[in-house]
């Protein structure tokens, strides 16, 4: 009735929704996906919940599936140990109508059975030959801000990072690397560090405070300004500055990645990424992929932009000079 099913007579639908409408009556998602052979669900297996930066890509997700009248279902993964664990519990096929797989690698064995199931599954912020993904291009992002910072004519240029088990933190370190090879630039392992957490991937206001005042601990041979991998890292980096009586820009500038919230109310230069259009787009393209299971897989890539603030120490007319320059 409700699924505008063609055995049913327009008289006998009109009488039925006049009365449903009277009632207030709306069908359940859950019901109505029985009549469909669906559940009307959709799983989303993400490492971190409290992560600045999935909090934004899933306000995407969650707006986005509204429209489609789907539950989601959070599945957790702390450790990219458990990863296998948390898919064998939870990828059964028939209790869920597909899946979002966040920022870690799909292991093989079950990229195969998903492929022989037919489970409809896109990747974001990672990617798999054999599925629809999202992701982002982090070495270059990397590498504009680590470009910009040179532009301004900083020399001694340091890195704070994430837990390279990480691949978005490997694959940021690779962009810093490559900018300062370009610019014939010393690659100083003391002020390239990463942090050792598997809390969130180190990518913590206390990591980016903690290895901030490694830093500045070295005085006269701390860097001029640093690369920092996240800007919840670069929250921590901007107290351990400040209560070490230093200022930023003037005795270290940064440039973070993300552009959370919290990035524009401290002012922090950043490499800027569409995360909650990431997570709106994940779900038309699940969507798309349960009408079209055999099409083949599309693979999207977003190049993050370089906002410029007060950490970097430019002014806007020498950030759009930077810009050009990259």
Sequence with gaps: MFNNHPSVSEDTRARVLKVANRLNYHPHPYARGLARKRTNSILAVIPFFTSYFFVEVLQGVQSKLSEFDCDLILYGVNHPDQVDASLRRNTIRGRVDGMLFFSMKMPDDFAEQYLHLKTPVVLVDTFHRSFDSLSVENIEGSYVATK?????????????????????????????????????????????????????????????????????????????????????????????????????????????????TLAASLGITTMRQPMYEMGALAIERLMSRMENLDNPPLHQTFTPTLVVRSTCGSSIQKAISAQVQV
């Design 148 to 260: 910009h910072l040179i532009s301004l004519g900083y020399k001694r240029i340091g890195m704070l990072n994430a837990n390279l088990e990480s691949a978005p933190a490997r694959e940021r370190l690779t962009g810093f690397q490559r900018a300062m090879k370009e610019a014939g630039l010393p690659l100083n392992p003391d002020l390239i560090l990463r942090s050792a957490s598997p809390r969130l991937d180190g990518f913590t206001r206390e990591t980016g405070h903690d290895l901030m005042e490694q830093l500045i601990g070295y005085g006269p041979r701390r860097p001029d300004a640093v690369v920092v991998a996240s800007d919840i890292q670069a929250v921590g980096s901007l107290a351990a500055i400040s209560e070490a009586g230093l200022r930023c820009p003037d005795d270290i500038a940064l440039v973070g990645f993300d552009d959370i």
